[in-house]
């Protein structure tokens, strides 16, 4: 099954020059010897005399023992040594490529099989970015492209089969950007075999947590690079069917800052999908109305208002293509009044422009701390552990979970970052440090007794919100599989015991970066 992936382009260019080139070659040899064999005093009389023949006119050796004596003959050697430029060029550049493409490489690998082997079927832009940021992050991985790329990297007419035989250390392939169905069939088999496969791709029952969906890694970066203000709440979402839910979904779960906060999201785009999926909004939040204490979610079909634009605290271009954006932001800044700050999704990064912030790149995204996650796996980690420990023969260990339920994780990991902001009181922090969290977690200590309830029931909410978005909903009895939790109820009906619980939440950020 590893064979049914292809191979490099090294091994796919198109070989019907050199196949045509040979059967002209034998055409010629056997024109030769045909026409020679009964001449008088030839030296050619075979096909391997033929062969002699042109082989010593082509290096223009030129040693006599072998001369035609008919017309014909000396036609084709004229030929003969027409072609030998092209011939020995053929050659030399034959050789060139198996020595740079396949020894030199194949000896750079044999030397260094034991270092982390990073491979990419194709060379598009995101698996080049992805490559870049890895050799920048570590300089002993090892990146392998199955398909021919710039001059100097490593490519290779290799099989992932064959790359695995060979490898002493870890593997991970990579198949980003545009993944036809037939690749991620291919890349699923892959990952049966011992190595990491991450794969962009909307199956994650195939990848698990191998799966990446840049919309997702995207929104997560966006509202962990630009959280918001203390002055924001408006936010007016203007997209398409991919990259507008995740941003939604993601605000709603990152965006929380009080329990009775009042944020104004306003959605503008292709939203079927999202109140189809997510039909238990109303549960915790104001939909197409306004409700005191809650966040509200406004949708329309119809372009945005001169008014709301004005008033808006902030605008997010989030069309799923480059081209949506760049009309969309061009029409905004000649045609409307502006007031909020302007941030439009593109594949590259474009010359700086007022009032105007560039997210979603593809050298932003196809990083490893996106695509792996490492970072956000291991804070999870943290977070899973302690409720593992109440029940350990119930609760399997971190690697045997379930997506869905490391997932479950990843939501208060996301949500270090605004607890920190709350801590400290700084909504300008963007990265969680171990400086910060040394400082976050001596605040915390400080509050705690004043605001414990304050702390526990935001906890609470985002829970509470998490699973409200993947539609459960109360019920005395906890059914997982019927999505029911006798846990989604205010936090004023929590039994004391409950209550404490949330605190691990907060006390997490203690242990992010042991001292």
């Known amino acids: 099954m590893l064979d049914e992936l292809e191979e490099c382009s090294v091994r796919k260019k198109r070989y019907w020059l050199p196949i045509a080139g040979a059967a002209l070659y034998l055409f010629l040899l056997v024109l030769l010897s045909y026409s020679e064999k009964d001449a008088a005093g030839t030296q050619i009389t075979n096909l391997s005399d033929a062969f002699w023949y042109s082989i010593v006119t082509m290096t223009t050796v030129g040693y006599g023992d072998a001369v035609p004596q008919t017309a014909f003959g000396r036609v084709i050697g004229c030929i003969f040594l027409f072609i030998s430029l092209g011939v020995l060029t053929s050659l030399l550049s034959l050789a060139y490529s198996l020595v740079m493409g396949r020894l030199i490489p194949r000896i750079r690998l044999w030397y260094h099989r034991a270092y982390p082997w990073h491979v990419f079927p194709k060379a598009n832009a995101e698996s080049i970015a992805m490559a870049s940021a890895l050799e920048a992050e570590n300089p002993q991985n090892v990146t392998i492209f199955l398909e021919e790329q710039n001059p100097g990297d490593m490519t290779l007419s290799l099989s992932p089969a064959q790359i695995l035989d060979m490898a002493k250390g870890p593997v991970s392939f990579y198949f980003l950007g545009d993944t036809p169905p037939e690749i991620c069939r291919s890349a699923a088999a892959l990952a049966k075999s011992p190595c990491r496969v991450f794969c962009g791709t909307q199956f994650p029952e195939c990848f698990g947590d191998g799966t990446f969906l840049p919309e997702k890694a995207g929104a997560r970066l966006y509202w962990r690079a630009h959280p918001l203000g203390e002055h924001e709440k408006t936010v007016l979402l203007i997209g398409g069917e991919r990259w507008l839910p995740m941003l939604l979904e993601q605000a709603l779960l990152v965006n929380l800052y009080s329990p009775d906060q009042q944020l104004q999201y306003y959605v503008y785009g292709d939203h079927g999908v999202f109140l189809r999926d997510h039909y238990r909004l109303e549960e915790f939040c104001a939909v197409n109305g306004s409700i005191p204490g809650r966040d509200s979610i406004w949708f329309h079909n119809r372009f945005p208002s001169p008014e709301l634009l004005a008033q808006a605290d902030r605008i997010i271009l989030c069309g799923d293509t480059q081209e949506e954006n760049l009309t ?91 607890k920190l902001q709350i801590l400290l009181d700084d909504r300008r922090i963007t990265a969680v440090t171990a400086e910060i969290c040394a400082k976050g977690m001596a605040a915390y200590r400080a509050q705690f007794p004043e605001r414990q309830d304050f702390f526990r029931e935001l906890e609470h909410l985002r829970w509470c919100r998490w699973r409200y978005l993947r539609n459960w909903t109360y019920a005395p009895q906890r059914n997982n599989a019927q999505r029911k939790h006798n846990l989604l109820c205010p936090y004023q009906m929590l039994s004391e015991s409950e209550k404490q619980k949330d605190d691990s939440a907060w006390e997490v950020i203690g242990t992010l970066f042991p001292q």
Do not use: C
């Not at 560039?358 to 980690?381: K, M, Q, S, W």
């Not at 302690?386 to 949500?415: C, F, I, T, V």
């Open 328 to 418: 969309m932001l061009n029409h905004l800044r000649t045609f409307f009044p502006v007031a909020g700050t302007l941030y439009a999704r593109l594949d590259h990064a474009l010359p700086e422009r007022e009032n105007v912030i560039i997210f979603g790149t593809v050298e932003e995204l196809y990083t490893p701390e996106n695509v792996i996650h490492a970072a956000l796996d291991d804070t999870a980690r943290k977070i899973y552990e302690p409720y593992r420990q109440m029940d350990p023969g119930r609760n399997p260990e971190w690697d045997a979970l379930p997506l869905e339920s490391k997932e479950d994780n990843y939501a208060p990991a996301d949500h270090v970052l605004p």
